[in-house]
């Protein structure tokens, strides 16, 4: 067996020792001006962080885009660097600590992924990163951002949900170039305050702030009338100001996990809206502002208190695929259901329902999924749906 071959089986055979005295053996190779194979060369470009490590196949990772690197790393190597062509650098699901100042050396990235990680501080560095557009740090253990962050004049897309900030990064006031920002799952101090600063943004179309400790939304909220999309799960909002009916257009809309009792009626010019969840509020009434929303295509109402449905309150939603009633008080179904004609999924489990399936539910002609579990349906009533609703997906 020549050296060649027995450096590609080393570089085949699935044992990082083997695979590391490969990487030492072409080191060596090149050291004596030799060269090793096209196929070895294939198999090395395979472990990019090895060849930065060993110093080898620099010329293809001058040329490299891309990279994930999927490696439990602590932390990126100063190496890096030699990366030079890198736009999209994806570090997230590792376990690093460190990030070296010579990242800012990366000046063609275009995103940078460092999401689900341990680290507790970002370089100043990063700041050196013009071409930037995408910048995701969530669930870290940051305390704070470098004041740098604001040299990002390109950057468009910020995630920092999930880490240990307690106070709004003052220098997000001075990036009004942004147009999403995620820094949800994180109680800051004085949020309501930050909200009506925020206003500033003319250009935001998303924003995150699930599970931030908030109790109401200013009247400012009005002003980001750019939003397309809007997550505000897992507050403890009481209610919504009517200036909510400013987001004209808002198409995702997440309310999912507050105590809302009502909605104000400026909720009906949310026009454009298509996506809405209110599941886990305190809602006894059907909200009558949703039904001239007409675009609506997935509506979640799980987990509130609503008792019935009254008539003509869904004749609207011609475009609704999913619907989900699921934990609450209902008994009856309205026979307005039947022009839902393009429902698909339809959840009504852990309800006050008895007797006979609703027959108006055997008008759903496109009804792919249906879960009528947890409730006090006659078991006789169970033999006849499957033949009914053919092609349904049915959990009894």
């Known amino acids: 067996m020549s050296d060649s071959d027995k450096i590609y089986h080393l570089l085949t055979h699935d044992d990082e020792a083997n695979k590391a005295l490969a990487y030492q053996l072409c080191v060596g190779l090149v ?5 090793y194979p096209e196929k070895i060369a294939i198999e090395l470009r395979k472990d990019v962080m090895s060849c930065l490590k060993y110093g080898l196949e620099q010329a293809y990772l001058g040329t490299l885009e891309r990279l994930e690197i999927i490696e439990d790393l602590e932390t990126l190597p100063p190496e890096i660097v030699q990366l030079s062509s890198l736009r999209v650098l994806d570090a997230s699901y590792n376990k690093l600590k460190y990030v070296p100042p010579e990242i800012g050396k990366l000046t063609n990235l275009r995103c940078l992924n460092l999401d689900d990680n341990h ?59 942004l147009r999403a920002i995620a820094f949800g799952e994180q109680p800051i101090d004085g949020l309501e305050k930050v909200l009506r600063k925020m206003s500033r943004y003319e250009h935001l179309w998303y924003l995150d702030m699930e599970e931030m400790g908030l109790t109401c939304l200013p009247q400012t909220i009005g ?20 200036e909510i009916g400013q987001l004209k257009k808002v198409i995702f809309l997440e309310i999912g996990g507050n105590d809302l009792v009502d909605l104000p009626r400026e909720f009906t010019h949310l026009s454009r809206l298509k996506y809405l969840d209110l599941s886990q509020n305190r809602l006894k009434d059907f909200p009558t502002e949703l039904t001239s929303l007409k675009k ?7 987990e509130n208190q609503l008792t019935y449905l009254p008539e003509n309150a869904l004749m ?48 759903l002609k496109n009804l792919e999924t249906l879960d009528i579990s947890e409730n006090g349906f006659d078991v006789e009533a169970y033999k006849h749906i499957s033949t009914r609703l053919k092609g349904c997906h049915i959990s009894i």
């Open 119 to 177: 680290l507790t501080t970002i370089p100043p560095e990063i700041g050196q990163l013009s071409h930037l557009q995408q910048l995701n740090l969530g669930g870290n253990e940051l305390k704070s951002l470098p004041k740098e962050l604001k040299e990002l004049k390109k950057l468009k897309v910020l995630a920092i949900r999930g880490n240990k900030l307690n106070e709004f990064p003052a220098q997000l006031l001075q990036m009004l170039h």
């Open 31 to 35: 050291a004596i001006g030799k060269t």
């Open 223 to 242: 002003a980001f009338k750019t939003l397309t999309s809007l997550c505000l799960n897992g507050n403890q909002i009481t209610y919504l100001p009517k």
């Open 296 to 302: 609506i295509k997935s509506l979640n109402l799980s």
């Open 316 to 363: 609207n939603f011609q475009k609704l695929r999913r619907l989900n009633l699921s934990d609450n008080q209902l008994q009856t179904l309205p026979v307005d259901l039947k022009h839902l004609q393009s429902l698909q999924v339809l959840r009504l489990s852990g309800n006050d329902f008895n007797g006979n399936l609703p027959e108006v539910i055997f008008e």
